[in-house]
Structure formats: structure tokens, C-alpha cells
């Protein structure tokens, strides 16, 4: 049989399966040890009270007392194995499941940047070692508790059926009634996580413009619909869950019944009278247990899917050959882009081929593509259209891992993970001490984190130094350019940035242009055009204008002119009417000379 179809989870399990087979090993012989307190009531009521022997009593008394112990170690052992399973699972795929994850908060843009797939994968996990799994176990042994029933009096294997069919009713009502109101309940409330988390990750903003009430009641009618369907399904389940219970209770009080009659009747010994009942609530508990714990089960069924569906996007990435270390050539054919869960193309049909060792800005209005475009050249964002190329390769190609080494990112939402200065510059990887001086001080930060309390083990964090957006900025920069990457892309690096900073910005990619490094930068800061060698100029998603930096200027500043004697000539063709001039008044003074007009890409 091939499983080449399967997910990572379903792997997983497969391979777990051994696993669950001992667990069903081990049921099998703790339901029949379950049968040990049936069978010695009957020997006691039929052997030792007819003859009053004490001496069988003991033994009886002793045999039962080791079979139930065993029986409860059985029960412990099973239970562990179970634990072992969890354990296994998470892993098995909780790398995976984190990987998973990342990719799906990368395609979303980060709109779906949570751990729900990590909280679904250690719900799953504890759902295994709680009791309602082991009901599965157990309920198999319903026919063979039934079996055991006729053997002592038809009517009390026919009383089990019934009971039995009953039950199997209520919990089919139970899962029409509750199922998809849960599921339902489960998914607005993933998505209520989602949204609370954006909410608490702009605190400052919300709380500067005073939103906090408006959007905690956009969040409190969501919670109510939230509760409404939890509150409906668990009143549906719970009514259902009462019914179960309670006809338990009364079908083994009729079995009482049933049994008292057929022992007036003398049709069956005494013994039998209290075993039967015994035995019935034996039979049905799994039954009774799956009801009261349904709740669970669809969470898990819920947590599984989504899970499932998880897996299923990570097995469809490909495996990546590994590719030589890149240069830095770019070349761009004929891109589309849009952002992740839009149809529009912001980017459309872009080329332009950028040699490496160059520096290129990247200059426009807002709105104007600049930002997806850096996206799109570092592979964040997938083209609907077209394609980069790194050296000749679609950087889509690349395996992530490889090219990291030799890529560089400064965005504009600059974000420092926890941990110290030293292991943010060196990318979490091991600290190369000279390596990282190397970064802060072609970043103009070094002398800046040497003033730092602990330097550059000074952590960052909840439980470190909170740094100022230009301290971020600069820290940005040097972990973007660390190891001697070959493309790198700036995007905003300036937009904190004071004239101090502004220098080390310069000066850094002086420092990049001499390494040879290809670098992108975005910025609407004229000063910054003197380190470039070409100019990118975007409008409305598509290239307006492209080249030699000076040769691009030149460009812009005649379309400028061109622009101005435009709006000049209406004007002078229509002077407005002079007034009439007064006796004896003084020739009209000559107009001032206009100051030379300046001219800049619009940076």
C-alpha cells in the first residue's frame, strides 16, 4: 500500500500505529479483567454462602484481589503508552507544524501570524491522554459484555441490547445537535484570537487615539456570538448527556428488577441478581462516557482538520537543489504582483535587469509598488506573473535555508526578536564575535551599543532595554548586512534615522559598494542619491523610469521643467487687468527675478 499521498500528521500517526495497537492489546485484557468482580460475586453467592466455607471465601477473595490489581496496572501501563504517543506526536511534528505555520503567516502577509496551528497541535496531543480516547477502547467490548449477559439469562442480554441501542441513539442525536454548532463556535473563536492579537500588538496606537472602547465592543459582540453558540450546543448536549446518564442509572435499576423476578422465579441464582446489574453498567459506560465527553471529540476533529489541512500545505513545497553561491545579478521579466488575498496587481509587468555590485534606488510616490516590489525581489511575495531571477535562477528556486547567508533585509516595520544585540545582528545563528563587530561598525552602530549597560549582550525584550526606533533602525541595518551578504534590500532605511545617522547610512553603503554587494534601497530622502549608481523610478505600479543615476535626473529634472512652463503659460496668457493708474503716479517697479527652480526625482 502507498502513502506517498499522506501529510506529515498523517504520517506521524501511521507511525504511531504499533502504538495504538499495544493500547488495544492492553484494553483487551483490562475489559476482561472487568469481568473479575461479576464473577466473584456470583462464586461468592453460589459456593461460599451455600457452604459457608471460609477458607474459599480467602482464596476467592485473594484471586479477585490480584486480578483487579493487575487489571490496574494494565490500566496505568496503557495510559503511559499514551502519554508516549503525545510525546512522540508533538515531536514528530511540532518542527513541522512551527514551519508550517510560518509559511502560512509569510503567504498571508502576515494576517494569519499566530500559534494556532502550535495550540491545535498541544490540544490534540493532551486530547490522547485524557479519558474520553480510551472509551473508544473500551466500546468495542459491548458485543462480548452483551454475549455474556445471554449466557446468564436471555432477558438480560436483550435488556443490554436495548439499553445499548439506546444509548448509540442518544449519541447519534448528540453529535447532529452539537457538532457543527461547536465547530462553528471553534471557528469564530480562532478568529476572534487572530484579531485580539493584532489588537494587543498596537496597544500604543489605540490607546494614544483612545479606540480602546470601540474596538473591545467589536470584540465583546464577537465573544457573545462566540458564547451564544457554545452556550446552544453545550444546553443541546447537556440535555442530551442528562438523558444518557440517567437512563444508565435507571436501566441498571431495572436490571435489578429483572433480575429480582427471575430470582423469585428461581430461573437464576441469587448471585446473578447483582451481577447482571453490575455488569449492564459496565457494558454501557464507554457508550455513556463518549456522549458525556463529545465536546472533545469535536474539538480534536476540529483541531485535526485544520492541522491536516496545515500539513497538507508544507508537503506541496518541493525540495530545493542546492545552488552555487549567488553574486547578486537581478533580473527581472515581466512581473505581476499582488499582495496575499488580493486579485489586483499592485506591480504590473515590471523588467529591468540590475548588474551585480550595483546600487539601485528605488524612488516614487506612495502607493507607487515600492514596497511590493522589494517583497517580490526577495521571494517574500510569489509573482502571479513573471519571474525574478538571482543569478540567473528564479529566487523562488532557492532553498530559503542556503541563500539566507547571502541575503539582506532591512524593512520598514523594524522588529528586534528577543535575545541580546549580539545574537539579532548574527541572525540567531552562533555568534561570530568579529563578524558581528564587522556589521555594527559598517552600520555606524558599534560605539552606540558599546554605550548600552551590558553592551552587546545587552538583551532585548520584555525582560531587556526598550530601544528607540533609530537604535532599532541601525541594529536593523548591521544584522541585514551581516556576514557579507551579496543582495541586500533597504527598504526606508533612513525613515528613523537623525543626521548622525543619516552619515553611517552613507558611509555603510559606501562600505557595501566596495564589497561588491547588490543593493536595493527605498527611500524619499534626496540626500541618499549621490551613493546610488541607477535610479528605478515607479508610478502606478509599472517602471516610469530607469538607469544611470545622473542620466535619470537629468530625465527628471527636464520633465520637471517641462512641467512647470506648462502650468506657467495659462497663467501668462490671461494677465489680470492692471488698474488704472493715478495722477502723477511712478512708473510700475520691474518685477523680482523668481529663484532658480530646484529639481529631485520626487524621492
Same mark, same amino acid.
Request: aromatic letters at 8%; hydrophobic letters at 45%.
Given at each position: ?11 506521524? /500517526? ?209 465573544? &457573545? ?22 437512563? &444508565? ?29 453490575? /455488569? ?8 455513556? +462516557? ?71 534606488? @528605488? ?115 548591521? &544584522? ?72 535619470? @535626473? ?5 520633465? +520637471? ?43
Amino acid at each position: 500500500m502507498s502513502y506517498q499521498s499522506d501529510n506529515n500528521l498523517q504520517a506521524a /500517526l501511521r507511525a504511531c500505529k504499533s502504538s495504538f495497537l499495544s493500547v488495544g492489546f492492553f484494553s483487551f485484557f483490562v475489559n476482561a479483567l472487568m469481568l473479575v468482580p461479576t464473577f466473584f460475586m456470583i462464586q461468592v453467592s453460589g459456593r461460599v454462602v451455600p457452604s459457608s466455607s471460609t477458607s474459599t471465601l480467602l482464596m476467592l477473595t485473594l484471586i479477585m484481589t490480584v486480578l483487579i490489581v493487575t487489571m490496574g496496572a494494565l490500566e496505568w501501563v496503557r495510559s503511559r503508552i499514551m502519554v508516549r504517543i503525545s510525546n512522540r506526536l508533538d515531536i514528530m511534528l511540532s518542527r513541522d507544524v512551527y514551519r508550517a505555520s510560518f509559511k502560512r503567516a509569510l503567504s498571508s502577509g502576515g494576517g494569519d501570524a499566530t500559534a494556532q496551528s502550535l495550540s491545535d497541535l498541544t490540544s490534540l496531543r493532551q486530547f490522547f491522554t485524557g479519558p474520553g480516547l480510551f472509551a473508544f477502547f473500551d466500546a468495542p467490548w459491548f458485543p462480548i459484555y452483551t454475549i455474556v449477559m445471554f449466557l446468564f439469562h436471555p432477558w438480560f442480554g436483550w435488556m443490554t441490547l436495548f439499553c445499548g441501542a439506546v444509548l448509540a441513539v442518544l449519541a447519534f442525536v448528540n453529535h447532529r445537535v452539537t457538532g457543527s454548532a461547536l465547530a462553528e463556535a471553534n471557528k469564530e473563536n480562532v478568529a476572534s484570537n487572530v484579531v485580539t492579537t493584532k489588537t494587543l500588538r498596537n496597544a500604543e496606537v489605540i490607546e494614544s487615539m483612545g479606540m480602546l472602547d470601540t474596538l473591545m465592543n467589536r470584540w465583546a459582540r464577537r465573544q &457573545r456570538n462566540i458564547m451564544l453558540l457554545q452556550s446552544n450546543a453545550s444546553d443541546k448536549g447537556g440535555v442530551v448527556s442528562s438523558t444518557s446518564k440517567t437512563f &444508565r442509572i435507571w436501566s441498571q435499576s431495572i436490571m435489578l428488577a429483572i433480575g429480582g423476578y427471575l430470582v423469585v422465579t428461581h430461573q437464576v441464582n441469587p448471585g446473578l441478581l447483582m451481577a447482571g446489574s453490575l /455488569l449492564l453498567g459496565r457494558a454501557l459506560s464507554p457508550i455513556d +462516557q463518549m456522549i458525556s465527553s463529545w465536546k472533545g471529540f469535536v474539538a480534536a476533529k476540529v483541531q485535526y482538520d485544520r492541522l491536516s489541512k496545515v500539513m497538507d500545505d508544507l508537503k506541496n513545497e518541493p525540495e530545493r537543489m542546492p545552488l552555487p553561491a549567488p553574486e547578486g545579478h537581478i533580473q527581472v521579466e515581466n512581473l505581476i504582483v499582488a499582495p496575499p488575498g488580493a486579485k489586483a496587481p499592485v506591480i504590473r509587468s515590471i523588467s529591468f535587469v540590475a548588474p551585480a555590485g550595483s546600487i539601485v534606488g @528605488i524612488v516614487g510616490p506612495s502607493a507607487a509598488g515600492k514596497s511590493t516590489l522589494v517583497r517580490a525581489l526577495m521571494g517574500i511575495w510569489p509573482p502571479q506573473h513573471g519571474v525574478v531571477r538571482l543569478d540567473g535562477a528564479d529566487i523562488a528556486s532557492w532553498d530559503k535555508q542556503a541563500l539566507g547567508p547571502y541575503v539582506g533585509y532591512l524593512p520598514q516595520d523594524i522588529e528586534l526578536f528577543e535575545g541580546s544585540i549580539s545574537e539579532n545582528i548574527a541572525r540567531f545563528d552562533k555568534v561570530d564575535p568579529e563578524k558581528v563587530v564587522e556589521a555594527a561598525q559598517m552600520a555606524g552602530v558599534h560605539e552606540m551599543i558599546l554605550m548600552l549597560p551590558d553592551g552587546y549582550d545587552t538583551v532585548i525584550g520584555s525582560d531587556g532595554v526598550n530601544l528607540s526606533g533609530g537604535q532599532r533602525q541601525r541594529i536593523g541595518l548591521a &544584522r541585514a548586512i551581516y556576514g557579507n551578504p551579496r543582495l541586500i534590500v533597504l527598504d526606508e532605511p533612513n525613515s528613523n534615522l537623525d543626521d548622525v545617522g543619516e552619515r553611517a547610512l552613507g558611509v555603510a553603503l559606501q562600505k557595501l559598494k566596495e564589497t561588491g554587494a547588490t543593493v536595493f534601497i527605498v527611500s524619499h530622502r534626496p540626500n541618499i542619491l549621490t551613493r546610488l549608481d541607477r535610479i528605478l523610478v515607479m508610478a502606478g505600479g509599472t517602471i516610469s523610469l530607469y538607469g544611470e543615476r545622473d542620466r535619470v @535626473i537629468a530625465e527628471l529634472a527636464a520633465q +520637471q521643467a517641462k512641467a512647470q512652463q506648462r502650468v506657467a503659460q495659462p497663467a501668462a496668457a490671461q494677465p489680470p487687468a492692471a488698474p488704472p493708474a493715478a495722477p502723477n503716479a511712478a512708473p510700475p517697479a520691474a518685477p523680482a527675478a523668481s529663484p532658480a527652480a530646484t529639481t529631485s526625482p520626487g524621492v
